[in-house]
């Protein structure tokens, strides 16, 4: 049973840290952008004085409201319009992931208040730890690590090279 898994946990692992990796990467600096760029201290104490079910229902908001963008970027995707679609998906989702993101920070406490919430949060963090704890799990995480590194290092040679080229040209 073993072995049938572990190829089975390989690509789960795989697949859910491109993805995790590809969108928190993005999301993560946007959500810090919009919160240094727009204050919303009313907004915010709003959020934070609310009851745990209403907090529930302003959480969900977001996926009720941006998880339509999937079939209608599926559509443009179907008839041809691929890159409208693609750009749809991303914006969609990185909206989405972002004001979860925000608002889980906001409503955190609150939710765990909810027995079914902390629950079902608790077996995600179990799931999540598992496959951190997999095989598969640090050997795409040291590929992507190496990858990350690489595309570091070529970065700063180009910097690097662009900068003599214009101090040669002076």
């Known amino acids: ?10 690509v789960l692992a795989a697949v859910y840290f ?12 946007i959500a810090r952008w919009i919160g240094r760029h727009f204050e919303f201290k009313r907004l915010r104490a709003w959020i934070r004085s609310l009851p745990p ?26 008839t041809g319009q691929f890159v409208s679609g693609a750009v749809t998906f ?3 989702e990185l909206l989405k992931l972002v004001l979860v993101e925000r ?28 496959l951190q704890a997999t095989e598969a799990w640090r050997a795409v995480r040291a590929i992507s690590r190496a990858v990350r590194d690489a595309v570091v290092r070529a970065r700063a040679r180009l ?12």
């Open 103 to 130: 608002l889980f920070h906001l409503t955190r406490d609150k939710l765990m208040r909810i027995p079914a919430f902390a629950w079902g949060y608790g077996r995600f963090a179990e799931m999540k730890a598992w």
């Open 1 to 10: 049973m073993k072995r049938i898994l572990k190829p089975f946990t390989y």
């Open 159 to 170: 910097a690097g090279g662009l900068s003599r080229l214009v101090a040669s040209r002076d």
């Open 53 to 78: 079910y209403p907090s529930l229902a302003l959480f969900s908001v977001p996926v009720i409201i941006l998880e339509p963008i999937k079939p209608v970027a599926a559509y443009l995707a179907a």
């Open 90 to 92: 991303i914006i969609g």
């Open 18 to 29: 491109v993805v995790d990796a590809v969108f928190m990467t993005v999301a993560r600096p």
